[in-house]
């Protein structure tokens, strides 16, 4: 099977048990902390390459510490990360996760390659993100083309 996971991908800090939040700046001591790749596409993807599948997946996401983290749990477990876009601007790699895979299949259909179809994508999920869902605005296919670069 080959699959490509297109959409969200975000860095999930997990703790358990937690038995109750601590106030102020108390702590509390438990017994497992892990660090894992989620989010609708980073999830899935890392799944999909842990069964087995060749996977890629295809976002944005920060140029930080925490996306450096990220592509390394991603790729730690065979997922092809080739397709993801790093980004500083919040706006421009926002969610959108609906928008994003819209952006993505619109570009595949205008016959882009799997890069250029994540960054029109992404540049789809930035629009959105500008206002207030998915039927903000006025934009266009242009628009969204310009935005991508």
């Not at 902390?33 to 944005?60: E, H, N, P, Q």
């Not at 749990?73 to 092809?80: F, K």
Request: glycine letters at 16%; a negative charge.
């Amino acid at each position: 099977m080959r699959a490509l996971c297109a959409g969200v991908h975000v860095l999930d800090v997990l703790v358990r048990p937690v038995e109750a939040i601590p106030e102020g700046q108390d702590g509390e001591l438990v017994e497992e902390i892990r660090i894992t790749a989620a989010g609708s596409a980073g999830g899935t993807a890392l799944v999909l390459a842990k069964l087995g599948a060749a996977v890629g997946s295809a976002g944005a996401i920060g140029t930080d510490a925490a996306g450096d983290m990220l592509l390394a749990l991603l790729e730690r477990d065979g997922v092809d990360t080739g397709l993801l876009v790093r980004q500083d601007d919040v706006q421009t790699s926002a969610g959108c996760g609906d928008a994003f895979s819209a952006g993505f299949l619109r570009g595949l259909s205008l016959g882009l390659d799997r890069r250029d179809a994540a960054r029109l994508g992404r540049a789809a999920a930035a629009k959105v993100a500008e206002g207030l869902g998915t039927d903000y605005g006025e934009y266009d296919l242009a628009a969204v083309e310009q935005l991508a670069g």
